[in-house]
């Protein structure tokens, strides 16, 4: 049985790009929840694999660290020459351009509650599209998506308090 233990950042994102430096695949859970409604913090975790910049698309979900020195966990929604943009799927605002040397990582598989979904797969990324395409009208949806949520958070509420 493993134990689940909170980590700093620094000391994960550490151990993570030594991972990758290695050639080796590395997982996390998710925290916070701008990417969601497709990751949520807590419950979702990311198999990330190394990716060369050259290699990135729009819709693929990268880790990346800004010049700050922050990680994001986010979606690529543009691409340029030595740059690529990026957006939480929960965020109403692009998180603007970065050189492509910022890039750790290429999310490759999303773990929910036991179930393993292949990025890659043909519906996800049409999923994926479909969402970046709905960008104008993403604060509607996501205020819609999370009435929906909360109303099912209290229904199961109000049954299990039956």
Known sequence: ???K??????VLFAAIEEEL?????ASFTI???SMWPFLCHGRDKVIITACAAADLKKGDIVLLQTPLGNYLLHRVTGRKTGMFETTGDGNCF??????DAC???RVVSLIRKDKTI????????????????????????????KKSEN???????????I
């Open 103 to 105: 890039l750790r990582a």
């Open 21 to 25: 430096q290695n050639r080796h695949q």
């Open 5 to 10: 233990r909170l980590i700093s950042s620094s």
């Open 151 to 161: 109303t099912e958070n209290t229904k199961d509420t109000e049954i299990s308090l």
């Open 31 to 33: 925290t916070g929840m």
């Open 1 to 3: 049985m493993s134990e």
């Open 94 to 99: 692009r998180d603007g351009w970065f050189p």
């Open 118 to 145: 292949d990025c890659s797969a043909w519906q996800w990324k049409m999923i994926f599209r479909l969402w970046m395409c709905l960008f104008p009208m993403r604060k509607p949806l996501l205020t819609l998506l």
